[in-house]
């Protein structure tokens, strides 16, 4: 089935807590694109194209990115996706969060015409739910202990501490956190790359008492040998997050063994299909993998579920219920019950646009 048509429409998601902070900065909302591909009869596939500048891309370059991209895609068939995505690759390097949204929407919109739901393409479904981890923004510790307490009466088991590179306040947030909602809850900690190699060593092994399950991303993206230093030098497992910024850099990561996990982020890796290589080459060498924070629509989230449930691996709870703290978010489809996420059983991804909701119920 051939594209007709390529729409891209701007999105800005304000943020329930307008001073959400972590180390690389703060902002009030979440912005990025909603890529819409419609075929020739009228079918439509979407994919989020997400604006994070410390994965490369703000809202400029992600919209130019596209313009850029609309005539390479317009006219071709929508199963050709290894043709689509090499015209992409020779018209712009890199561009990961913009290619993704591509490789999104296309799956989507096949999914859709072949009436299956998207975890069909990838394999089949080897999971049904999800449990789900929640982000605590850089507060005060007694602030981010309140709001701990508050996701778990909420339902959630599984939280993430953001911490800022100072290693006594750091270890003051893990403390009051961990004293507040007791033994029974998963803890993780993400200094977004804050530390040096030796500090983020000090910080770690002062927060192991406080049962800490993963460290995400201690040094900097580029800093291959620190965080290995870092991984041989504290008793838990350390992830790479934005050292795995490609599928050439996991396959490094996992190769080396230079990380216990690595996060996988569909915007990050360029795409589905590049997500499930990424994961395909943990699995290989043996190395840990898991979902990482899709902060964005629940139409992200939505194409993140459908490649978690298609694999084996992705033991850990996912980072896929960010969109909880959004506001105006344009799909619906996927919530979270009982702190979990269910992966929807309708044709494509399973997000539906509210206009389509709006429009079906005044129908009714």
Known sequence: ?????????????????????????????????????????????????????HMGANRETLLAALH??????????????????????????????????IDCALHDLNAKLLGIPLYQLFGGKLHDAFPVLRILAIKTPDEMAERAAALVT???????IKLEGDVARDVSRVAAIRQRVGDGVHLTV??????????????????????????EQPVGADDFAGLRLVT???????EADESAASVD??????????????????PKLGGLRQTLAAANICAAGQVAFRMGAAV??????????????ALPGAPYACELGEFARLLDDPFTGVEIEDGCLRVPDLPGCGAIPRRDQA????AS
């Open 154 to 160: 909420a339902g959630f088991s599984h939280l993430k």
């Open 249 to 266: 850099a996991v396959f490094r990561l996992v190769t080396e063994r230079i990380v216990d996990s690595v996060s996988l982020k569909i």
């Open 296 to 309: 964005g629509s629940r139409l992200l989230a939505a194409h993140a579920l459908h490649v978690a449930a």
């Open 68 to 101: 850029t991209f609309v005539p390479l895609v317009t006219g071709q068939g929508s199963f050709d996706i290894s043709r689509i995505m090499q015209a992409l690759d020779r018209a712009l390097a890199g561009h990961h969060q913009a290619k993704a949204a």
């Open 1 to 53: 089935m051939k594209i007709a048509r390529v729409q891209l429409e701007p999105c800005v998601l304000r943020k329930d807590d307008p001073q959400w902070r972590f180390a690389r900065g703060a902002s009030p909302a979440t912005e990025g694109a909603i890529v819409t591909l419609i075929a020739e009869n009228g079918a439509e596939g979407y994919g989020y194209g997400s604006a994070t500048p």
């Open 190 to 215: 993400d200094a977004n790359q804050a530390y040096s190699a030796k500090d983020a060593i000090t910080a770690l092994n002062r927060m192991a008492e406080y049962a800490i399950d993963v460290a």
């Open 359 to 362: 429009k079906a119920a005044v």
């Open 232 to 238: 041989q030098s504290v008793p838990m497992k350390v």
